[in-house]
């Protein structure tokens, strides 16, 4: 059974930085690949950004790109979004999610009924 569990959350000035884990345990394959969601109040899950865990590869929300870094340890079965110039729309309770299947993800990665498993997410409020 995937497992998964974020942590890193919290609260930060506009400008500010954070870095959110997500620790996963119990996979059977080395091909997946782990995502990063997020949901604000009253507003849908929304793809921020996701990585391969066999080639590295990687993907980011146009609202997030230059800002945002994934990044992924094996070592460690973690992955990491390194979150910098945050704004107070960054605001919203963050989720990883596990795919099962590398097809296609260059065009599905953003799309929530595409993951398998869901972490219990963290939140990030960005506020003065």
């Known amino acids: 059974q995937v497992q998964l569990v974020e942590s890193g959350g919290g609260l930060v000035q506009p400008g500010g930085s954070l870095r959110l884990s997500c620790v996963a345990s119990?996979?059977?394959?080395?091909?997946?690949?782990i995502g990063w969601f997020r949901q604000a109040p009253g507003k849908e899950r929304e793809g921020v950004s996701c990585?391969?865990?066999?080639?590295?590869?990687?993907y980011y929300a146009d609202s997030v790109k230059g800002r945002f870094t994934i990044s992924r340890d094996n070592a460690k079965n973690t992955v990491y979004l390194q979150m910098n110039s945050l704004k107070p729309e960054d605001t919203a309770v963050y989720y990883c999610?596990?795919?099962?299947?590398?097809?296609?993800?260059?065009?599905?990665?953003?799309?929530?009924?595409?993951?398998?498993?869901w972490g219990q997410g963290t939140q990030v409020t960005v506020s003065s």
């Open positions: 999610a596990t795919r099962r299947s590398l097809s296609g993800l260059w065009a599905v990665w953003p799309n929530r009924n595409e993951y398998n498993d």
């Open positions: 119990g996979f059977t394959s080395d091909r997946y690949a």
């Open positions: 990585i391969s865990s066999s080639t590295g590869t990687t």
